[in-house]
């Protein structure tokens, strides 16, 4: 059975685009017949805010949305907070590390950043690793241990990962070359987002992980853990993130505004369902649109795949349609 998901971070409001987001992953495993999970990513702790997680649930129930399972409704799964999850995490590093995949990293952000010829990798990740600490013996690193603890590292394959997109179509990655043995866990024992997502999504059965394009290069990090872990990946859809009108991304100066304060203001669900709908070349012409009416006959392949543009416009005419 088809399996979605959405698992917003309580880090920050819910805007416009990661609504979008919710929307499109949402009417994806709605349209298919499928379950909806709801999975908060709430493991970088100091950034995350008391009292958000609810606020974003609340507002994805105000738009229309609604999920099978979730923190505040459990399932099979449980539990669903990632904060709750970590022995899980622990667990797939043990086995990393058990087949020799991972090793440990006593390099600093200056240190890796300063190597000779270290390129830019993808955004989230800095700078290429270059190996440094890759073939370490044992004495070394009992050594190193003792002044600072280190951080874990996947020992990536060299090669390219190829998968296909379910908006972008055929996508090729080389890792080894653009990324380098890649962070699993954090020195602090915080793990990383690339491990914890591939377990989660793996133990909660995701058929098809619809979520922003800016995540589009990390996918081939997942895959080769998937491999090494022994799981089934799921099937992959990035979906264009929403954009202001000069083509840069979406922010407060665009008149963005977070969905708490659209609903504060009065805005009906509905109207930001049509303008969500309207961005995605979605449910004609109609201004008010529940999010069910979407679902009959939903499909990923009639989104348009470049960035959706929001004016400033649309959104301060939401305030007046109600
Ligand atoms: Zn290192």
């Given at each position: 059975?088809?399996?979605?998901?959405f698992?917003p971070?309580p880090?920050?409001?819910?805007h416009l685009?990661?609504?979008?987001?919710?929307?499109?992953?949402?009417l994806?495993?709605?349209?298919?017949?499928?379950?909806?999970?709801?999975?908060?990513?709430d493991?970088?702790?100091?950034r995350v805010?008391?009292?958000l997680?609810?606020?974003?649930?609340?507002e994805?129930?105000?738009?229309?949305?609604?999920?099978?399972?979730?923190?505040?409704?459990?399932?099979?799964?449980?539990?669903?907070?990632?904060?709750e999850r970590r022995?899980?995490?622990a667990?797939?590093?043990?086995?990393?590390?058990?087949?020799?995949?991972?090793?440990?990293?006593?390099?600093?952000?200056?240190?890796?950043a300063?190597?000779a010829?270290?390129?830019?990798g993808?955004?989230?990740?800095g700078?290429?690793?270059p190996?440094?600490?890759?073939?370490?013996g044992a004495?070394e690193?009992?050594?190193?241990?003792?002044?600072?603890?280190?951080?874990?590292?996947?020992r990536?394959?060299?090669?390219?990962?190829?998968f296909?997109d379910?908006?972008?179509?055929?996508?090729t990655f080389?890792v080894?070359?653009?990324?380098?043995?890649f962070?699993?866990?954090?020195?602090d024992?915080?793990?990383?987002y690339?491990l914890?997502?591939?377990?989660d999504?793996?133990?909660?059965?995701?058929?098809?992980?619809?979520?922003?394009?800016?995540?589009?290069?990390?996918t081939?990090?997942?895959?080769l853990?998937?491999?090494?872990?022994g799981?089934?990946?799921?099937?992959?859809?990035?979906?264009?993130?929403?954009?202001?009108?000069?083509?840069?991304?979406?922010?407060?100066?665009?008149?963005?505004?977070?969905?708490?304060?659209?609903?504060?203001?009065?805005?009906?669900?509905?109207?930001?369902i049509?303008l969500?709908?309207s961005?995605?070349?979605?449910?004609?012409?109609?201004?008010?649109?529940?999010?069910?009416?979407l679902?009959?006959?939903?499909?990923?392949?009639?989104?348009?795949?470049?960035p959706?543009r929001?004016a400033?416009?649309?959104?301060?005419?939401?305030?007046?349609?109600?």
């Open positions: 059975m088809h399996r979605g998901r698992a971070s880090t920050g409001p819910l685009g990661n609504a979008r987001t919710a929307l499109l992953s949402w994806a495993a709605r349209g298919a017949g499928g379950a909806y999970v709801m999975r908060v990513e493991l970088d702790t100091p805010r008391p009292g997680e609810g606020e974003i649930l609340a994805l129930r105000w738009l229309g949305l609604d999920w099978d399972e979730g923190p505040d409704v459990g399932g099979p799964a449980a539990p669903y907070r990632q904060s022995a899980r995490y667990a797939a590093l043990g086995r990393l590390r058990a087949e020799g995949l991972a090793y440990p990293c006593f390099c600093s952000r200056a240190e890796i300063a190597a010829g270290a390129p830019h993808p955004s989230d990740e700078p290429r690793y190996g440094t600490c890759r073939d370490l004495a690193v009992a050594r190193r241990s003792l002044l600072r603890p280190p951080a874990w590292r996947f990536v394959p060299p090669g390219p990962v190829g296909v379910g908006v972008h179509g055929e996508q080389d080894a070359l653009e990324v380098g043995d962070v699993v866990a954090r020195a024992g915080v793990p990383a690339q914890a997502v591939v377990v999504d793996a133990a909660m059965s995701i058929g098809e992980v619809v979520r922003g394009d800016d995540l589009l290069a990390s081939a990090r997942q895959l853990l998937y491999r090494a872990l799981l089934e990946p799921p099937r992959f859809a990035h979906v264009p993130l929403v954009l202001g009108e000069d083509g840069t991304r979406l922010a407060k100066r665009h008149g963005a505004r977070s969905l708490g304060e659209l609903r504060a203001a009065g805005v009906a669900p509905e109207a930001v049509g969500l709908a961005l995605s070349g979605l449910g004609g012409a109609r201004t008010h649109i529940a999010a069910r009416e679902v009959p006959g939903f499909s990923l392949a009639r989104l348009t795949p470049g959706a929001l400033a416009a649309a959104v301060e005419a939401l305030a007046w349609t109600g």
